[in-house]
């Protein structure tokens, strides 16, 4: 299981190749990557701030939550912080199974936690300046579906 | 919320005081610190209520978080 933030920017399809490798007992790999969007226009800048080592934690946390919940194989999570342009990927979640329902669900299952309730600041920077950014509504009744 | 560089000093006992000292310095940091949403970790666990903080105890006050 990886779980990892970084300030640099990644490539998911060199994850994914990298997390396929190597399985026999795995039947269903899925992958999600977050794609950060312009929404105040090609100037928008979307700053991400974690709380170092605790933002890993408790993401760590779902993930074996994750694990145990799906039988997964694996997991692979990866988030950028810092400074991140529309076009830029901001997050990739990668699962493993032994049959594909538990790695769409999983898949699913991470990133509806990863978008509402992961312990990141975000910020967006436009052309009126910068405001912090809170969920969205649908955001919060997905992440519910799992309760 | 301040940048995540900005850490202080304190000497307290526990979470209470630690809240009464900051206020006492930055009356309007200690009201934002209380505000509603805002939770505490302290050594990196989210505490509830009222805890004691041993030396070098690391104490975050987190705004309400975005999701990534």
């Known amino acids: ?10 490539d998911p399809g060199a994850l994914l190749t990298v997390f396929s490798a190597g399985r026999s007992a795995t039947g269903g790999i899925v992958s999600f990557t977050g794609i950060a969007r312009a929404d105040l226009g090609d100037g928008t800048v979307l700053e991400l701030e974690a709380y170092p080592g605790f933002t890993e934690a408790e993401i760590g946390k779902i993930a074996d ?30 699962t493993a199974a032994a049959h594909r329902r538990e790695a769409f669900e999983a898949a699913d ?32 009744s997905d992440v519910a579906r799992w309760d | 919320m301040a940048s995540p560089g900005v850490m202080r000093e304190f000497e307290a006992p526990d979470l209470a005081t630690l809240r009464c000292l900051i206020a006492n310095d930055d009356p309007a940091l200690g009201e934002a610190l209380a505000g509603k949403g805002v939770q505490v970790a302290v050594d990196q666990a989210i505490v509830r209520a009222d805890a004691p903080l041993a030396a070098r105890s690391e104490v975050a006050f987190l705004p309400p978080m975005s999701g990534g």
Do not use: C, N
């Open chain 1, 109 to 140: 299952f991470l990133m509806d936690y990863l978008k509402s309730r992961a312990p990141f600041w975000k910020k967006q920077h436009g052309p009126g300046g910068a405001e912090w950014i809170e969920p969205m509504d649908r955001d919060r």
């Open chain 1, 65 to 94: 939550e994750a694990v145990g919940r799906f039988a997964l194989h694996d997991v692979f999570v990866i988030h950028r912080i810092g400074r991140i342009t529309p076009g830029e990927a901001i997050v990739f979640v990668a």
């Open chain 1, 1 to 10: 299981m990886t779980v990892r933030l970084q300030t640099e920017a990644f």
